[in-house]
């Protein structure tokens, strides 16, 4: 299976984050006024040059058949660092995704990143009905979500029939903590999504590769095995990681999606630390449903069911018609609701460069 540097990391310890973004851009050293950006007040030779390669090694718009020649051919033919940056035109709903990132904000990332692995509050399960329960999962910004989500499973029984899965206001973060529980929830061998993405494997020759399926490889956990029904709860902050579990459970268990249409965020993006020079990040990948979910970046996934309220019970007849109580959710927990969804795979320069020395 071809390597997953920032959507799909199985076998490594990567953690990617919807919320940093705010506090990368917190920070300026000089802003253009059109993009609120930070760039290089007086770019030098060696940082146009810098700037190019690492666009052309890690940017996913390559193609100019499709991307009509996003990155040029020599990093002189742009005035400056900013406009080729701007040329690659990596925006969603205003924001752009690749761009300079202020070096200070790496270690605020990672101190963000521990506060949220140390909550309690981030994946919880409670039983609505004997036959019904609810499995809420605010962020996938963590480093320990997986471990949160083994430990709370433990409290589903077996009478649990109907699953409801609530990432509503789930704005994404890692994908290896997503993936791992992806793999819990789907059986070997299921293809969830469908990837574009750069060959980011160190000290090989860069090259994009074409859309392929990502396949789920263990089997999964047994503790899911009395579910019948599944329902994936969504609404317009549902985001990256969010939207792939989404697809995950709609492609492999033909889980029902309801609420409201996702964000739509179908990109991924390489966080690169830089030595005494501005970090920067570029989006590498893209993404996909694979048969049921088409292309959604930019739209979003609708939902199988509409429904506007955050009245849990609303949910609960889907599976159980009968059912005449009322649970009304309290308020949709949220990290950090004003944060621009992203996911990121952080890279040091120092570590390109002992890939290299070390394949030779």
Not at 32 to 54: C, G, H, L, R
Not at 321 to 345: D, E, W
Request: proline share 3%.
């Amino acid at each position: 299976m071809p390597a997953r540097l920032i959507l799909n990391f199985k076998k490594t310890n990567i953690v990617f984050s919807f919320c940093s973004i705010v506090l990368l851009l917190l920070c300026f050293c000089q802003s253009d006024p059109d993009t609120n950006m930070i760039y290089p007040s007086n770019p030098d030779k060696a940082e146009f040059e810098s700037v190019w390669q690492y666009l052309k090694a890690f940017s996913v718009y390559q193609d100019e058949s499709i991307y009509n020649g996003r990155i040029l051919e020599s990093p002189y033919l742009y005035k400056n660092t900013q406009m080729m940056l701007q040329m690659i035109a990596d925006t969603l709903r205003g924001e752009s995704y690749t761009h300079y990132v202020d070096q200070s904000r790496f270690e605020e990332y990672g101190a963000v990143t521990n506060r949220i692995s140390n909550s309690q509050n981030v994946v919880t399960y409670k039983d609505l009905t004997e036959s019904t329960g609810i499995l809420t999962i605010v962020t996938f910004l963590g480093n320990d979500i997986y471990q949160q989500f083994l430990k709370c499973i433990t409290q589903i029984r077996p009478t649990c029939k109907n699953l409801i899965i609530d990432v509503r206001e789930n704005l994404g973060g890692s994908i290896t903590e997503v993936d791992s529980i992806i793999e819990a929830f789907l059986p070997a061998g299921k293809e969830y999504i469908k990837a574009r993405e750069r060959n980011l494997k160190f000290g090989s020759e860069a090259a994009t590769i074409g859309w392929h399926s990502w396949i789920t490889s263990r089997p999964n956990n047994t503790a899911f095995n009395h579910v019948q029904n599944w329902i994936v709860w969504m609404n317009g902050n549902s985001a990256s990681a969010s939207e792939i579990l989404a697809v995950a459970l709609k492609e492999g268990k033909s889980a029902r999606l309801v609420g409201s249409r996702s964000y739509g965020k179908g990109i991924g993006q390489i966080l690169l630390k830089r030595h005494n020079r501005l970090g920067l990040q570029i989006t590498f990948l893209q993404l996909k449903g694979c048969k049921l979910i088409g292309d959604y970046h930019g739209i979003g996934i609708k939902p199988d069911v509409e429904i506007k309220t955050n009245d849990t019970a609303s949910v609960i007849r889907l599976v159980e018609p009968s059912y005449i109580g009322r649970t009304t959710n309290a308020t949709i927990l949220s990290v950090n609701k004003t944060a621009v969804p992203a996911c990121y795979k952080i890279i040091d320069e120092d570590s390109l460069l002992n890939s290299l020395y070390s394949d030779q």
